[in-house]
């Protein structure tokens, strides 16, 4: 049986898994994107804006951390597709786009991340050492 590294990284089958569940959240979000014919221009445009948030490391990798986690959580996309569902009309795409660029980011291994560092994410670290 696999179990966690001692700093709380996943690491194994369990990395793998996590990997291969971020490629459906991508899968997903493109496949419903696509069948509820929004422009593909939008997609294309906002599709980069969560990686935007990198820009809380120049205040220091704690409140780095903290920008990256807010903007590559599925907690943000599922927001909005809760309050399209309440009645706020056209924010599905944009909650699509998200849910999709969250799943890219997590299927290449860029994970949430810790306040030790950008190179520190709960999917295991990332880049050189």
């Not at 014919?37 to 948030?53: R, T």
């Not at 056209?90 to 699509?96: N, Q, T």
Request: hydrophobic residues 50%; contains cysteine.
């Amino acid at each position: 049986m696999e179990s966690a590294t001692a700093n709380g990284m996943a690491q194994g089958g369990i990395r793998v898994l996590l990997r291969l569940e971020g490629l459906a959240i991508l899968s997903v979000a493109i496949w419903l994107y696509s069948a509820g014919a929004y422009g593909w221009g939008q997609f294309a445009l906002l599709f980069f804006v969560p990686d935007l948030s990198f820009a809380g490391y120049l205040l220091g990798p704690r409140a780095g951390a903290l920008a990256y986690n807010c903007a590559h959580s599925t907690l943000g996309p599922a927001t909005l597709v809760a309050l399209t569902i309440s009645g706020w009309h056209g924010l599905m795409p944009i909650a699509l786009i998200w849910f999709a660029h969250v799943g890219f980011d997590r299927s290449l291994g860029y994970g949430l991340k810790y306040a030790s560092g950008f190179h520190d994410t709960h999917l295991g670290r990332i880049g050189r050492r």
